[in-house]
């Protein structure tokens, strides 16, 4: 089956510093890629999609790197600040609409002020 | 973006009783609805698909019986855990997600219910 996993637990930065968060996935199959945020007792927050016919979007102070080829997904954020404080996750959906979200296994950013 | 609410976020019973977890779609209608499952600093694990109108599919390992799943209108789900026990304790996710939203696969997601069995 699909595999969605993170190469670090905890990113610890500074503020003003750029973040990375990076995802590898397994399925070549998988065709969207979503960002999400989740803080502390809440549920998800949708941060940015691609989908496999992009290599790169970016949002506000967001940006999103898809490489097809070795299967890695990355989220760059720009000038980070305290309030970007939280777990991030990457997932994954085949067929868009059609199949179920699979989810890694987050990456928790901390934000020294 | 469309909003998903979900009732309540805190939840703390005695073992052996049964809790019930809303989820609702406040602007959209929500053709299908996710319930997951989290546990501390852990992903979210998929317990169940419901689809309005007709039976939820579980994913393997997780006991229908004991999670039962009702997805009978377009903006309402819930999520019965029957006779819990502590080792149901966890905080449970649902996402919803409507057919003007196909195109993009996006889910939108509730803030979460902490459920303590104690």
């Known amino acids: 089956g699909e595999s969605v996993g993170l190469h670090l637990p905890t990113l610890s930065v500074q503020e003003g510093d750029n973040s990375i968060i990076n995802c590898a996935y397994s399925?070549?199959?998988?065709?969207?890629f979503i960002w999400y945020k989740q803080e502390s007792g809440k549920g998800p927050q949708f941060i940015i999609d691609?989908?496999?016919?992009?290599d790169k979007r970016q949002g506000q102070r967001v940006t999103v790197l898809l490489n097809k080829t070795v299967k890695h997904l990355s989220l760059q954020i720009a000038a980070t600040q305290p309030g970007d404080s939280a777990v991030y996750f990457c997932a994954t959906l085949m067929n868009s609409g059609y199949s179920t979200l699979t989810f890694g296994k987050g990456t928790m950013l901390l934000v020294s002020p | 973006g469309a909003v998903v609410s979900q009732h309540p976020s805190w939840v703390i019973c005695k073992s052996g009783t049964s809790v019930k977890i809303e989820c609702r779609s406040l602007?959209?209608?929500?053709?299908?609805m996710f319930w997951y499952r989290q546990f501390p600093k852990q992903s979210l694990m998929l317990m169940a698909t419901s689809n309005e109108g007709s039976k939820a599919t579980y994913e393997q390992g997780v006991e229908k019986d004991k999670f039962l799943i009702n997805h009978a209108s377009l903006t309402l789900s819930t999520l019965t855990v029957t006779s819990a026990h502590p080792e149901d304790s966890s905080f449970y996710i649902c996402?919803?997600?409507?057919?003007?939203?196909?195109?993009?696969?996006?889910?939108?997601f509730g803030e979460g219910s902490r459920l303590t069995v104690l």
């Open positions: 602007d959209f209608q929500a053709t299908t």
């Open positions: 399925n070549s199959a998988s065709d969207y």
């Open positions: 996402s919803a997600r409507g057919e003007v939203f196909a195109n993009t696969g996006e889910l939108f």
């Open positions: 691609i989908r496999s016919n992009m």
